[in-house]
Nanobody, 122 residues
Framework: QVLLVESGGGLVHAGGSLRLSCAASGFTLDLNDEHIAWFRQAPGKEREEVACISRLDDRTYYADSVKGRFTISRDKAKNTVNLQMNSLNTEDTAVYYC?????????????WGRGTQVTVSS
């Protein structure tokens, strides 16, 4: 079973930046050749997809709420998928999860990580 591991979460002031990273534990998946998405879930809210990167041409997709502030990208040397988050605000506070989508960015997630907490203080 694929195990995805997120890292990079933490506490940041509003207006600050964080960089999240998603890796596959035990080399069970080559993230350089997969559709990978980032989701987030804030307390009391449904899980929301914020970004996805396609394996076909590294095309990226973003939720309107993060467009222009977040960037999803691959680090092919490290075999990770990263989420650079800039201009953070308190509404970005959530647990962030990476997910593998075997059928493309418009498909459903196949595997999930355990999440990393991002807290933005005002």
């Amino acid at each position: 079973q694929v195990l995805l591991v997120e890292s990079g979460g933490g506490l940041v002031h509003a207006g600050g930046s964080l960089r999240l990273s998603c890796a596959a534990s035990g080399f069970t998946l080559d993230l350089n050749d997969e559709h990978i998405a980032w989701f987030r879930q804030a307390p009391g809210k449904e899980r929301e997809e914020v970004a996805c990167i396609s394996r076909l041409d590294d095309r990226t997709y973003y939720a309107d709420s993060v467009k222009g502030r977040f960037t999803i990208s691959r680090d092919k040397a490290k075999n990770t998928v990263n989420l650079q988050m800039n201009s953070l605000n308190t509404e970005d506070t959530a647990v962030y999860y990476c997910a593998h989508k075997s059928r493309g960015c418009k498909g459903r997630p196949s595997n999930w990580g355990r999440g990393t907490q991002v807290t933005v203080s005002s």
